[in-house]
Every structure is written in C-alpha cells, then in structure tokens.
Antibody, heavy 122, light 105 residues
Framework: QVTLKESGPGILQPSQTLSLTCTFSGFSLSTYGMGVGWIRQPSGKGLEWLANIWWDDDKYYNPSLKNRLTISKDTSNNQAFLKITNVDTADTATYYC??????????????WGPGTMVTVSS | DTVLTQSPALAVSPGERVTISCRAS??????MHWYQQKPGQQPKLLIYGASNLESGVPARFSGSGSGTDFTLTIDPVEADDTATYFCQQSWNDLTFGSGTKLEIK
C-alpha cells in the first residue's frame, strides 16, 4: 500500500526558508522509473507543480521558481525534501507530495499525500 | 509554458453524461492526465495517458483525445462526482489546467 505524508513548519515569516519533508511507504525511490514530486495549491485556487526527483537522483524544477527551489531525497529512510528560499505571502498554500510513475513518453502522479498547510506571515 | 485551458464550471443532473474539456496551447501528444479533487482532499488520479483508466476508478469515467484537445467523460454522473477536475500535461515540462468545478444538481 502506497502512502505519502507531508510535514512542514506550519507558519513562517517572509524571507525565511521553507523546509518540507515527504515521508512515504509502499515503494522505493531507488526503483527504476519511480519519482516524487511536489505540488502546491493556494486556498481556493489551482495546482502548481514545483519540482520532481527521480530514482536516479535526476531533478526537474518549475522554470519560474527554479532559482528558489532545492529538491533532494534520502532513499534509505524513504523521504523526499523540498526547500524554498526567500518566501513571501505568495508562497502561502497547501503543499502536496506525490509519487510519480514513468510510462513510455510521459509521467503522472498516481498517489498523493494529504498535504500540509504553510502560511507565510509577519 | 504549455497552457491548459478548462471551462470553469459545469452543472448537470444525476444520470446525465458530462464532458469536461481541456485544450493545450501546443501539442502534448497523449501526455495528458486527469485528476479529481473533492473539497478538503488531495487530488486523485482518474485517467493517465489521455485514455487509460487508473486502477480502482469506476468505468463511468473515460478519457479521450491527443495533440491539443482532450476530454474527460463521466457517464452516468452520480451525486458523489461533485468535485473539481484538473487536467495535467507532462509532455512539455509539467502544467495543470485551472480546473473545472462540477456541480451535480
């Protein structure tokens, strides 16, 4: 059974660095074709993809946020991480991690965590 | 960026057939996927690769299309299908549509 769960600080101040952890079970990030992605959603709004990390440690970032994002993983502990530097109120959102499955020429998110709410406020 | 355009909202009655569209600003081949999100919940995968039904998803849901025009069909619609439906492409980086809010009358 695949499960994922996000954890984060809940609230932080502008200009700080947001650190998020995704703890998962039921799969391994060392398995060929597996990946974990981060997606966020401001309250009442749509979904915004942030970053992916793959089994081979390859990383992909949303080009519009790339200079503020760092994704990493700890395969032995079944965790993935995302850091966002220099946050401001526009980063207030629910942050999701999700497992990625790769199939031929595309990939998609097949399991999602319940999300963690992050508020940026002074 | 590949922009995905969805109509904002639809309202249908139980038992009817509903089609939700997603248009891409450039071709994404069959790299289109559909998710259902109910209020207060995380998104759930319904369709991947434009037309493949995810395991455990009722056969009332189906997907079609390729290139730039895609459709998610629910037939027949049930009251529990009240949700927002997002399309997502992974052919050119990754982008999501803005979502279609489906109301069951």
């Amino acid at each position: 059974q695949v499960t994922l769960k996000e954890s984060g600080p809940g609230i932080l101040q502008p200009s700080q660095t947001l650190s998020l952890t995704c703890t998962f079970s039921g799969f391994s990030l060392s398995t060929y074709g597996m990946g974990v992605g981060w997606i966020r959603q401001p309250s009442g709004k749509g979904l915004e993809w942030l970053a992916n990390i793959w089994w081979d440690d390859d990383k992909y970032y949303n080009p519009s946020l790339k200079n503020r994002l760092t994704i990493s993983k700890d395969t032995s502990n079944n965790q993935a991480f995302l850091k966002i530097t220099n946050v401001d109120t526009a980063d207030t959102a629910t942050y999701y991690c999700a497992r990625i499955l790769m199939a031929t020429a595309y990939w998609y998110f097949d399991f999602w965590g319940p999300g963690t709410m992050v508020t940026v406020s002074s | 960026d590949t922009v995905l355009t969805q109509s904002p909202a639809l309202a249908v009655s139980p038992g009817e057939r509903v089609t939700i569209s997603c248009r891409a600003s450039e071709s994404v081949s069959t790299g289109m996927h559909w998710y259902q999100q109910k209020p207060g919940q995380q998104p759930k995968l319904l369709i991947y690769g434009a037309s493949n039904l995810e395991s455990g998803v009722p056969a009332r849901f189906s997907g079609s299309g390729s290139g730039t025009d895609f459709t998610l069909t629910i037939d027949p619609v049930e009251a529990d299908d009240t949700a927002t439906y997002f399309c997502q492409q992974s052919w050119n980086d990754l982008t999501f549509g803005s979502g279609t809010k489906l109301e069951i009358k």
